[in-house]
T-cell receptor, first 110, second 116 residues
Framework: KQEVTQIPAALSVPEGENLVLNCSFT??????LQWFRQDPGKGLTSLLL?????REQTSGRLNASLDKSSGRSTLYIAASQPGDSATYLC?????????FGTGTQLKVEL | DAMVIQNPRYQVTQFGKPVTLSCSQT?????MYWYQQKSSQAPKLLFH???????NEADTPDNFQSRRPNTSFCFLDIRSPGLGDAAMYLC???????????????FGPGTRLLVL
């Protein structure tokens, strides 16, 4: 069964900290992995997409890595800001649809 | 510059009263998706259209139907809403199908459905 797990479910950090969000999955035969951001009561915004053949992608202060052999992806956020507060979801494409994790709710405090 | 538009943003309906949610896109994408997201849960795919080709997920209840009259619009019809159908409904689009390589999905802001 193809499952996606995100731990922790919630995380609170002070402004300026570097942090890592985790995503683990059970089947390494993926096409790609995406990280999304969801603000309260809003839709999802795609942050980064990593193809199966890639190891990482970077966009500004965000860096996402992919290790298929261990079934893990991480989203690294550098120098966190209060505006980064949101829920971050990873989603895997196993060739038929996106399967989402339940997300990590991040709060960056002043 | 809105690319995926969902109307209304909030919808209140009565138990058993049919309701229709609307999604439109300006991206001219081939694929449109409907997801259901309950509180603190992951989005769950209900169905998708590839052009006019309708693809239903095996575990989507019969109570949920969809229509895509043209490339730009897609509707979600809930024939007899129950209390358990209260959720955020997200519409998304992509140029091609998942599994095709680099297919990012673009999401609308969602419609929050409340069933009384």
């Amino acid at each position: 069964k193809q499952e996606v797990t995100q731990i922790p479910a919630a995380l609170s950090v002070p402004e300026g900290e570097n942090l890592v969000l985790n995503c683990s999955f059970t089947d390494s035969a993926i096409y790609n992995l995406q990280w999304f951001r969801q603000d309260p009561g809003k839709g999802l915004t795609s942050l980064l997409l990593i193809q199966s053949s890639q190891r990482e992608q970077t966009s500004g202060r965000l860096n996402a890595s992919l290790d298929k052999s261990s079934g893990r992806s991480t989203l690294y956020i550098a120098a966190s800001q209060p505006g980064d507060s949101a829920t971050y979801l990873c989603a895997l494409d196993w060739g038929n649809k996106l399967t989402f994790g339940t997300g990590t709710q991040l709060k960056v405090e002043l | 510059d809105a690319m995926v538009i969902q109307n209304p943003r909030y919808q209140v309906t009565q138990f058993g009263k049919p309701v229709t949610l609307s999604c439109s896109q300006t991206l001219n994408h081939n694929v449109m998706y409907w997801y259901q997201q309950k509180s603190s849960q992951a989005p769950k795919l209900l169905f998708h259209y590839y052009d006019k080709d309708f693809n239903n997920e095996a575990d989507t209840p019969d109570n949920f139907q969809s229509r895509r009259p043209n490339t730009s619009f897609c509707f979600l019809d809930i024939r007899s809403p129950g209390l358990g159908d209260a959720a955020m409904y997200l519409c998304a689009t992509s140029r091609g199908r998942t599994g095709a390589g680099q297919e990012t999905q673009y999401f609308g802001p969602g419609t929050r459905l409340l069933v009384l």
